[in-house]
């Protein structure tokens, strides 16, 4: 059943989550003409139009209030536990009855299914690619959220391990192959899966994995919703990214580099020495030259010239090796060579430390 944490009504706490709620419920509840007791959509603010409605359903629903009271409630007033609320959520339609709002937020929604939220969490827990601490965390914020809240978190279609292949194809992304957190299971996307909200008119709108219907009704109120999930998310600890709301990851993003931690990996199961910026020996424990950039590395089209591959090669064969004795295949084999200490990397993915 719905509740609330404070009365509601003239002189009376009218907390924001509260008030919506209330609202909600009477503009959904219509009276014998047929018509919501309250006329406009919910808003969490406390008004005249709000306490008319109080009002005009307790009277209309008096004797039923009545009968159900221990101790009498004031007129306009919804009391925390009392008649006039639970009478209001009785009246609610099928459709309606399981109203829950989180505390500080202005959106009413319905209660998720518990077993989708088991069936999430068992999912995650169940994952072999993702790291154990990171699994553990993730599983534990799906749990405490519908605990919470009886919300399901879900992970998105793509918000699992990406392999290095995988990162290339994301478009909508500036790291490359290697230089996201999901590349290593140590981040996910998870999002509000079919979450139902109620619309200002009572209606019951449904979202997807990013709340986008709630975003274009009013990006405050989605913002609060992930805003909900990130707090909880905080303590357990995940964390997440400024400029992307629906991921998550094992640290704090101020406390590593993500293209030097993946150095670290090359240098770990690599055959090449690596250094920070993509800077390569080729395996022949020569110079260090520029090779480009992750993406180019793992399109097999890493900068290789043959006037570095010259010196290269002339230090470790101690013999003059001009620019003009490079051959094109030494140049794409060399490519090749480099793109396996990647590939070896992406297999190697649980072996990721993170490098400030």
Do not use: C
């Given at each position: ?99 829950r709002i ?28 993702f790291e ?167 399109a097999g ?56």
């Amino acid at each position: 059943m719905p509740s609330i944490t404070a009365n509601v009504g003239d002189g009376a706490t009218n907390k924001t989550h509260d008030v919506a709620l209330v609202q909600a419920m009477l503009r959904i509840v219509k009276n014998a003409k047929g018509s919501p007791y309250l006329a406009g959509s919910y808003d969490g603010s406390y008004g005249g139009q709000t306490k008319s409605a109080i009002i005009s359903f307790q009277k209309d629903n008096a004797k039923v209030i009545q009968a159900g009271q221990k101790a009498k409630e004031k007129e306009g007033v919804v009391d925390v536990g009392g008649t006039t609320l639970a009478t209001l959520a009785a009246a609610l339609p099928a459709t309606h009855k399981e109203l829950r709002i989180i505390p500080n937020t202005k959106t009413v929604y319905l209660e998720a299914a518990s077993a989708d939220a088991t069936a999430s969490a068992a999912a995650i827990r169940g994952d072999a690619e993702f790291e154990a601490t990171f699994k553990t965390n993730l599983a534990a914020l799906v749990d405490t959220m519908f605990a919470e809240y009886k919300i399901a978190l879900w992970l998105t279609p793509t918000g699992r391990r990406r392999t290095f292949a995988q990162q290339a194809a994301e478009t909508k992304t500036f790291a490359g192959p290697g230089e996201s957190n999901h590349n290593f299971g140590r981040a996910a996307d998870i999002g509000f899966k079919g979450f139902r909200w109620i619309q200002g008119d009572g209606s019951i709108k449904k979202d997807a994995d990013w709340l986008n219907a709630l975003h274009s009704a009013s990006a405050s109120k989605e913002n609060a919703l992930w805003d909900a999930r990130d707090a909880l998310a905080a303590k357990i600890p995940l964390f997440r990214l400024n400029f992307e709301r629906v991921h998550l990851q094992l640290f704090d993003q101020a406390t590593f580099n993500n293209p030097r931690s993946l150095v670290k990996l090359l240098n770990t199961v690599g055959k090449a020495k690596w250094e920070s910026g993509y800077k390569s020996d080729f395996g022949l424990g020569g110079a260090m030259s520029p090779v480009g950039t992750a993406k180019q590395i793992w399109a097999g089209n890493a900068t290789v010239s043959k006037a570095d591959l010259a010196k290269a090669l002339s230090a470790k064969t101690k013999k003059v090796i001009k620019e003009a004795d490079i051959k094109l295949q030494q140049i794409i084999d060399t490519q090749k060579a480099l793109k396996a200490d990647f590939e070896a990397a992406d297999t190697n993915w649980i072996k990721w430390v993170k490098v400030l």
